[in-house]
């Protein structure tokens, strides 16, 4: 069994109306699936793209495993083609997610849209495992997303591994703009032996001091 345990947590933001950030976690008998979505703060209809996203994939997501392959690029660029189905004009959202196999003999996959990130942690290091799409130089302009009429199959990757990393952190913006702020304070605190105490310690370093809704998963895999 590979998967030990996760936390998750999506703190809104106090100068923020509503949360645009949504988690959506699915545990199988063989597999969990982890989704962090981030609706593009200018896109009128984020929210909406946001839900579009987790209907479809609750309600499908069993179609995309072969075998022993989850087809993650495959399953998201769907959930884009439903959301441009919908018709809803700014309908943009980011979205980082990740494939865990229960098993240690199955590769773990991942993907990702926009400027939500993975990273890889291990007591010694924090590393950053996915690529922004954004404009070099201006952090804040991201080149896609979901809902981005503009986008082809192609643009959808996936990339699939053996874990080498004991913790895996999903995270919006929100979450991580704070953490680098803090690197040091965080890496420790997210190798806390005890996940729900790195839970409750990480409340209280985002609450009222996230500028956007910062959202996180943290899984713990046996490697």
Do not use: C, W
Request: net charge negative; proline share 2%; glycine share 4%.
């Amino acid at each position: 069994m590979r998967l030990n345990t996760y936390i998750s947590d999506s703190i809104k933001s106090p100068f923020h109306e509503k949360n645009e950030d949504k988690i959506l976690i699915i545990n199988d008998y063989h597999y969990s699936l982890f989704f962090l979505f981030d609706g593009v703060g200018s896109a009128k209809n984020a929210y909406q793209a946001i839900n579009i996203s987790i209907r479809f994939i609750s309600n499908s997501y069993k179609k995309f495993l072969d075998n022993e392959l989850f087809n993650l690029s495959k399953l998201m660029f769907e959930v884009h083609n439903e959301i441009m189905r919908s018709n809803f004009t700014e309908a943009y959202s980011t979205y980082v997610a990740m494939f865990i196999p229960h098993s240690d003999e199955q590769k773990v996959s991942i993907s990702s849209m926009g400027d939500s990130r993975l990273y890889g942690i291990t007591n010694q290091y924090m590393q950053q495992l996915t690529i922004d799409d954004n404009v070099p130089g201006t952090e804040n302009v991201i080149t896609k997303s979901l809902g981005i009429s503009s986008l082809k199959e192609e643009d959808f990757i996936q990339k699939d591994f053996f874990p080498n990393e004991r913790r895996y952190l999903l995270s919006s913006d929100g979450f991580y703009k704070l953490m680098e702020k803090n690197i040091h304070i965080f890496h420790e605190k997210m190798n806390f032996a005890r996940l729900k105490n790195t839970k409750k310690a990480l409340y209280k370093d985002i609450l009222n001091n996230n500028t956007d809704d910062a959202s996180y998963i943290l899984a713990e895999v046996y490697v």
